[in-house]
């Protein structure tokens, strides 16, 4: 199990060290110089490794081009890998750059309203980074913009304050693709700022061409996190020469009632809408929930069905929780076919453990055929504890779509107090990538669905191997696999089932 992408645990020896100048390219990194014991060595950034993205790209790019009879062409090495110095090469390595550095400006944002939130609690340090963080903001907007008026003619040289080290004409060409509005939420990040001034021409152009094709995503991630870019642009006066008006784009900032990010999609046809299930609203828990129809929490953890937290090993109460952070750095987002879907805006890496399916435990499925997930505590066997029941209440997890070749797995652990279903990621998964699950195959057997994954190798295929119309449970089931971990069984009793929990509702 890889835990770069948690928290910490409870009780754990954990410092904060001070907080890194440069938060993008290093964000993984970063994560892990906020949570670990400040003797850990920090690991490197995995998602710089070539090997892997090309590996990803190898398998993207095969499944793109299934035309054969089979449903499978291989590509020639020359496509995969264009000659060095190529045009074709050069577009990739563009490409590569722009994803990394947009998935780095939402981790940066992500972060900005982390500290934002822990500022307004009016905790000191934190108050502190906010202060630097808006000064390097304002700074860097104003010294751009001076020295764009500087350019043509609208300041004298000796008015600007400092020169700008950017490429000539950069703040133009960006004011102009991506708009007041984009430029002023992503100036807030470090990666934006620092590739504003590294980046070439080429992968300039590349990386403001993603941020464009991805606006309404990054207004929208901003807006959950309240992010307050309008004071960044709100003395500028309209109209300046070469430039679009700024004043409009203040007027036309996002109007969207937030409740938690994961109660909105993004939609096939450019908007926003609220999730919902059979007419009524989809909100957002945190951690499962059960009621009377337990006495106590089907899934506490026991002599019988655990061997220890997988966290801490211990048999007996820990208190230890999975606090990932992946939940903050994924969208729902509407996918053609299969409805909201799951999408990565980072990178995982094989092994992550992602988060916790959860929802409302219950011992029948409230007739719902959708959503609810098989909760087990060894899952080969099939010993059933209660259905994770999240059509009403869950997390983003319940948004998975299938694929019979998906991005993560379920597998079953005991973490805390509890036994639970994690979402594991099955291989790197690149920014912007659909993250998928298979739900196992009874789910799609007695032609009530058909799966519309596009596999070659998919279960609703006839011509697949896969494909075998036996009608089983109509539930997810996945192919959860049982991980234990050695742990020592302190006093041998049961810990007692925590009182029936409360949702609770978190701002991410
Ligand atoms: C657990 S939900 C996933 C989220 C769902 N797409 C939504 O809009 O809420 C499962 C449902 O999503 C749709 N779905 C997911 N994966 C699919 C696939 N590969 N092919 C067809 N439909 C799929 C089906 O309607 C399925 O019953």
Redesign the pocket.
Known sequence: MSFVLLETLAGANVHKRPYATHLSGLHHTIIQAINQPTNQEIPSIQSSNPTIYLTNLTTKMAIQNNTHADGFEPLSMEELFPPYGSEAALTQTAEHFAKETMSSIYFDLNTHSRFQREANTEDLYSMQVMENLEGITEEFMETEFANYLASIGHLKKNQVKSQSLAPENRFCATITEIGWKLAAICAHTEAFRRAYMEADHRLWECLLQNIHNNSLSIEHYAHCRELDWVKLIKEVPSPIPGLPSAKEAVESALDWEVHHPHHTVLTLDGDLKR?E?NGEYQTHIDESIYDECFPSDPTAKSDVNSTGCALCGSQGPCGCTLQSRAGELVELVEYP?????VRSLTTFNRGDVLDIYVGELRSDTANDT??PLSQSWDAPKGDHLCYICSHKTGNWT??????CQPSTNFVVRTIGDRVVTTIEAARYIAPFEELTID?GSGYWQGGL?????GHWNCISNPSSESGSPVPEHKV?EGKASKKSTKGKKTNGKAPKASKNKKARVSPY
Not at 337 to 341: C, H, M, R, S, Y
Not at 398 to 403: P, Q, T, V
Not at 449 to 453: G, P, Q, W
Request: hydrophobic share 30%; glycine share 14%.
């Open positions: 999730t299930f076919g299969v409805g909201t879907g959708v959503y319940r948004f998975l779509n299938h694929s739900y669905r058909e799966c519309a994954c997810l």
